[in-house]
């Protein structure tokens, strides 16, 4: 299959993935209604502006977007999803973190081992995140290897 056709389908599937797990109260996978809707509607449009334009330049082509954007936006993406997830999981959280954890993601499913007290990742952001680095890898190969 073509690297860039698959590539292309990871994008799609974060940023569909994204919107729906935002917008969408899948209790217990997420528990969005705990999140108010305005917050999410900002988040959605917010992010989902940054996540649909690497697909959208994969599609038509787009030079800027595909070889200047959309290799820098996912590494941010992942550095931010590191931080802001797997440093408070594996380290331990800040305060402000532990208390917003414990509002929108504490009734939520967990699959990893607690590491003393932190915060863990719940299901859906793991989810989310394999998706997100599989869909950086997969942009990153096919920008070093169609040059």
């Avoid at 528990?31 to 449009?45: G, Q, T």
């Avoid at 993601?105 to 967990?110: E, L, Q």
């Amino acid at each position: 299959m073509n690297l860039l056709l698959v590539t292309i389908f990871f994008q799609l599937l974060l940023f569909t993935y994204h919107q729906i797990t935002t917008l969408v109260n899948l209790y217990p996978f997420n528990d969005v209604e705990r999140y108010p809707l305005r917050y999410r509607l900002i988040e959605s449009i917010s992010n989902g502006i940054f996540m649909i334009l690497p697909p959208v330049g994969s599609i038509f082509q787009i030079d800027w977007i595909m070889n200047k954007f959309t290799p820098i936006f996912y590494l941010i993406l992942l550095v931010g999803m590191f931080f802001s997830w797997w440093t408070g999981y594996l380290i331990g959280p800040r305060a402000h973190w532990q208390q917003a954890y414990s509002r929108f993601y504490g009734r939520t499913i967990k699959i990893l081992p607690p590491i003393r007290n932190n915060p863990i990742p719940d299901l859906n952001h793991c989810i989310l995140h394999l998706i997100a680095l599989i869909t950086t890898i997969l942009t990153l190969v096919t920008y070093f290897t169609t040059k």
